[in-house]
C-alpha cells in the first residue's frame, strides 16, 4: 500500500515534551466530509445528514459527528503532538456543545504529563467554536521508539 502524507509529521521524543506544552489544529468539517464519514460508518441519522432535519429539532443545522471530532484529536496526535511516533493507548472525551456543518473549529491539546519510564504522554484535549468549548477530553499517548 502507498503512504499518502499531505502533510509532514512532528517528530518529538519524549525528550521533547513537558507539561504545559500545546498544540493546536484548526478544521472546518464540509458537507463532503460529512457525506464520507456518513458513508463509511453507515450513519445516516438525519441530526448529521439533513440540515432542516436538525434545524427542526433546534439545533442551528446538521451537527458534525462526534467521531469526526475525534478524528482531528488523531490529526493533533499523529501529526503535531507528540507527532510520527505516537499511538494512542486510550482516550475518554465529553460532547458539551455540538459543532454545526462549515462552523471553524479547533482542537487543542496540553501535555499533562510525561512518564520516561513507560514511554506515555497524558494529553488534556479541548474542542473549541466561537469562544466556547464544546468537548474535553484526555488521551493516553504512547510514544514509540
Do not use: C
Amino acid at each position: 500500500m502507498d503512504t499518502l502524507v499531505p502533510d509532514t509529521a512532528q517528530v518529538l521524543t519524549l525528550a521533547d515534551l513537558q507539561e504545559g506544552q500545546r498544540a493546536t489544529v484548526d478544521f472546518t468539517v464540509t458537507p463532503a466530509q460529512m457525506q464520507a464519514f456518513a458513508e463509511l460508518s453507515g450513519d445516516f441519522n438525519p441530526l448529521h445528514t439533513d440540515d432542516t432535519f436538525a434545524r427542526g429539532k433546534k439545533f442551528d443545522g446538521a451537527v458534525v459527528y462526534g467521531a469526526l471530532l475525534i478524528a482531528k484529536v488523531s490529526q493533533l496526535i499523529g501529526m503535531r503532538l507528540p507527532g510520527r511516533d505516537s499511538v494512542w493507548a486510550s482516550i475518554a472525551m465529553d460532547f458539551r456543545r455540538p459543532l454545526f456543518v462549515n462552523q471553524p473549529a479547533q482542537v487543542e491539546g496540553t501535555v499533562a504529563e510525561v512518564s520516561t519510564s513507560t514511554g506515555m504522554v497524558v494529553l488534556t484535549l479541548v474542542v473549541r467554536a466561537n469562544g466556547k468549548t464544546l468537548a474535553k477530553g484526555r488521551a493516553e499517548v504512547i510514544l514509540v521508539a
